[in-house]
């Protein structure tokens, strides 16, 4: 067992105890549904699970859009999300006067993207797919966005993801650690990728990550690193550039913010940053403090930078975001070692094959 104890903070060590309640019950769980005391129904058409083991921050969303932005123009997809902290319950499909308190931060952002697929949330997933298609009969397979320890639906194909820096191997159960399932649970994936990797990764450390993960023999393992678009203006959608002559003012309220800091680092003069909670619903008063800490720079070039899933909760001040230098950064995941179009391939066979049954 490699579990980085050293790196947990004071807090989160004095929470070990609730961890192994925490890993009891989900074990007990698990047991259920290996011996299948508990059901798990499959469905008449490809489901795509992508998901991890920790608590956010590897990455779901972007490579939910990656896979969407890949196979629209050839498949009829739907994604299907549980919609976190939405204000709503209940299955709810996305339409044009849809905000991110009636489906969550993440649907809204595909919904902004994708108009033409149908976005779809709700809590009880196994509820939810019939409805769905019942709406969307035409639909040829099913994104499951953060569904992988949601066993009640079993997917055809499971895309299991996990951060460079923090490797399920690597880390504790809830609440010392970020681990919500069993490490073991890896078996379970079809396809596993190690997200937020540096761009210069070797072949030497490909090789470690994998003998350290141990894929089974059937499963493929890939390897991404973050690339950063061009900002956009929050509402009028113009670009800027962030270079060495620019001051950054920072706005997040997602689970890991590390590597956008790191790209900041070396991007902008300098920058400086308001971090709220994971999936925070801006108010009216984040929203003065926002623009009056950006007030207090006082350098000749500077802007506010938001990520696209905080850019859905705070497009509700859209009048007052006009006239700010208020920008939104976009990311797409980048398959390293040239493996895009093998990742793509993988799915592609999968939805045909399916289709062939």
């Given at each position: ?24 019950i ?68 996305a ?5 991110a ?22 809590e009880?997933?196994?509820?939810a ?65 190690v ?7 070797g ?23 973050i ?33 956008l ?20 619903i801006?108010?009216?008063d ?72």
């Open positions: 067992m490699n579990v980085n104890f050293p790196l947990l903070k004071p807090i989160r060590i004095l929470l070990f105890p609730f961890s192994l309640i925490y890993a009891l989900i074990r007990i769980r698990n047991w259920f549904y290996d011996k299948r005391l508990l059901p798990s129904t499959s469905f008449n058409l490809p489901i795509i699970c992508v998901g991890n083991l920790a608590v956010g921050g590897t990455g779901k969303s972007p490579m939910v859009e990656w896979i969407v932005r890949s196979l629209k123009d050839r498949f009829a997809l739907a994604i299907l999300s549980r919609g976190y902290k939405r204000k709503t319950r209940g299955y709810a499909l339409g044009e006067f849809s905000t308190l009636d489906i969550g931060d993440e649907p809204m952002q595909f919904r902004h993207k994708f108009p033409d697929v149908p976005i779809a949330v709700g009880e997933r196994m509820v797919i019939p409805q769905l298609l019942h709406d969307r009969p035409g639909t040829e397979a099913i994104i499951l966005d953060d569904a992988f320890q949601h066993r009640a639906v079993k997917a055809g194909l499971n895309i299991l993801l996990t951060d460079y820096s923090n490797l399920f191997t690597r880390d504790w159960w809830l609440p010392s650690g970020d681990l919500r399932d069993a490490r073991s649970s890896y078996r379970r994936a079809d396809i596993i990728v997200t937020k990797c540096r761009e210069d990764l072949e030497d450390e490909r090789r470690a990550l994998a003998a350290e993960i141990r894929p089974l023999s059937r499963q493929q393992i890939f390897y991404t690193a690339r950063y678009g061009q900002p956009y203006h929050i509402t009028r959608q113009t670009a800027a550039v962030i270079d060495d002559q620019v001051e950054v003012l920072l706005v997040t309220g997602i689970a890991n913010p590390a590597p800091k790191r790209w900041l680092g070396e991007k902008s003069q300098t920058y400086y940053e308001l971090a709220y909670s994971d999936h925070h801006f108010s009216i984040d929203l003065h403090t926002i623009t009056r800490r950006f007030s207090s720079i006082t350098a000749p070039r500077k802007l506010i930078l938001t990520t696209e899933k905080d850019a859905v909760r705070l497009i509700k001040f859209r009048q007052e975001l006009e006239d700010w230098p208020f920008y939104v950064l976009p990311i797409t995941p980048h398959f390293l070692f040239g493996e895009e179009a093998r990742f793509t391939d993988l799915i592609v066979k999968f939805i045909i094959g399916f289709k062939q049954l």
